[in-house]
């Protein structure tokens, strides 16, 4: 990740996973995440809804255009595996490359992490976006709250 907060204004005509630099990720607190997440995620439940257990020990992280938040992601240690949670672009951001950008840098980081597995409980809305980043699903779907969903993994140890 090399670009600046100066670098976002860049001509818009050209999509931000296009452009030669990523978007930058930041490393956030708990509580920075929360608000987007409950946003774009759970906008029907209160913010409360929108915590999970082990946030406190968790590693969070964000994409900010133009000094808001558009893009937010946690990453949670299970024994040797990270598991990616909560994963959210605004939806006003959609679409111009903030979630690859994201899910590219953690995968990365994962690997420098020395996880073994990153893994996730996908929704099936978002299903084409992860097949797009080589990711497959693995066993049946699953609800949490009526929404589908579906495990989706990647051994890191293994090229
Ligand atoms: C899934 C999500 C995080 C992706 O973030 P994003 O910033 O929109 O992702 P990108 O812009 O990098 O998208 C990359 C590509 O995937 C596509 N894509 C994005 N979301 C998609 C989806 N839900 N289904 C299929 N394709 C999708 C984009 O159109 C784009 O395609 P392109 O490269 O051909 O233009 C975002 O759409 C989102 O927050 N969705 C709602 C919440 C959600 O489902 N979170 C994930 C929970 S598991």
Request: with cysteine.
């Amino acid at each position: 990740m090399h670009q600046s907060h100066s670098d976002f204004g860049k001509p818009s005509f050209m999509p931000v996973h296009q452009q030669q630099d990523s978007p930058k990720v930041l490393k956030l607190g708990a509580a920075d995440v929360l608000p987007l997440r409950q946003a774009v995620l759970w906008p029907n439940h209160p913010i409360a809804f929108s915590k999970v257990t082990g946030d406190q020990d968790a590693l969070h992280f964000g994409i900010k255009k133009d000094q808001a938040l558009v893009c937010v992601a946690s990453l949670f240690w299970h024994d040797d595996s990270l598991r990616l949670r909560k994963f959210a672009t605004h939806p006003d951001h959609q679409g111009q490359g903030y979630g690859s950008a994201m899910l590219i840098h953690l995968v990365a980081l994962a690997r420098n992490l020395q996880a073994q597995t990153f893994w996730f409980d996908a929704r099936q809305s978002a299903l084409g976006f992860y097949e797009h980043h080589g990711f497959q699903a693995t066993g049946d779907i699953f609800y949490k709250q009526d929404i589908a969903y579906l495990r989706m993994s990647r051994r890191l140890d293994v090229r």
